[in-house]
């Protein structure tokens, strides 16, 4: 990390809840824009909003896959201060009670490889209902 630009895109990218709980789910494995979407509840568009700011900052890896974009955290990051903020980050994460709901959401959707928009967002919505009854 050479500039006071770059370490701005790192912070700016860590700046919100969206983007910390992809990490957070990331930290486990790849998943797919779809899986994301159902994870977390949101909308296509604003799911890859917050990949693009997370790849642009150098946080994420992609791979294509047919129609299906796959992403997953870098192994290294562009300099030792990334490194560590990353380090410090990831390991922050595992620890919020908050996250438990989207890592169990990501290991089924992993494990029955659920990767088209209805599917995941089918998953989200029983898995509401049954917190009701």
Avoid: W
């Avoid at 969206?18 to 998943?31: D, H, K, T």
Wanted: glycine share 6%; proline share 2%; with cysteine.
């Amino acid at each position: 990390m050479d500039t006071l630009l770059e370490m701005e895109q790192l912070f700016k990218a860590l700046a919100d809840s969206n983007r910390l709980r992809i990490l957070a789910v990331l930290q486990s494995g790849e998943l797919c824009v779809c899986q994301l979407m159902g994870i977390l509840g949101l909308s296509q568009s604003t799911v890859s909003k917050h990949l693009s700011i997370l790849k642009e900052a150098g946080l994420l890896e992609e791979d294509q896959r047919g129609k299906r974009t796959f992403y997953a955290l870098r192994k290294e990051y562009a300099s030792p201060v990334a490194n560590g903020v990353m380090r410090a980050t990831l390991s922050g994460l595992k620890g919020i009670p908050e996250l438990a709901e989207d890592h169990r959401l990501a290991q089924f959707m992993r494990e029955f490889r659920i990767e088209t928009v209805e599917a995941a967002l089918n998953v989200r919505k029983k898995r509401n209902l049954l917190r009701v009854l």
